[in-house]
């Protein structure tokens, strides 16, 4: 699972990240997403649904060119850790 901090929210709902950190989160089991003490934990098979942008940016420091990956922002209501331990459908069996 790979862990983001997001410091700002595009008008309050959406936030983006770029291909690259979506391809790496894929491979490590997840990406959990971060903002304002809020959590959001996406799946690998919820990272593969996502589409990229048409737009390629170019770096500012001559390192990786890359698509931005927008995500509608809905952070879990309950316990993340036990969200992911126990799985989304609440599992306890």
Excluded: C
Excluded at 17 to 35: F, M, P, S
Excluded at 61 to 77: A, E, F, N, Q, S
Excluded at 79 to 89: I, R, S
Aim: proline share 4%.
């Amino acid at each position: 699972m790979i862990n983001k901090k997001v410091k700002k929210l595009w008008q309050g709902r959406m936030l983006s990240v770029r291909d690259y950190e979506v391809a790496k989160a894929i491979e490590k089991g997840g990406l959990r997403l971060t903002h304002n003490g809020q959590t959001m934990i996406l799946s690998p098979d919820e990272l593969r649904n996502l589409k990229p942008t048409s737009k390629l940016f170019l770096s500012r420091t001559k390192g990786r060119d890359y698509r931005l990956m927008d995500i509608t922002w809905k952070p879990v209501t309950e316990n993340p850790d036990q969200t992911q331990l126990f799985g989304k459908e609440g599992n306890y069996a």
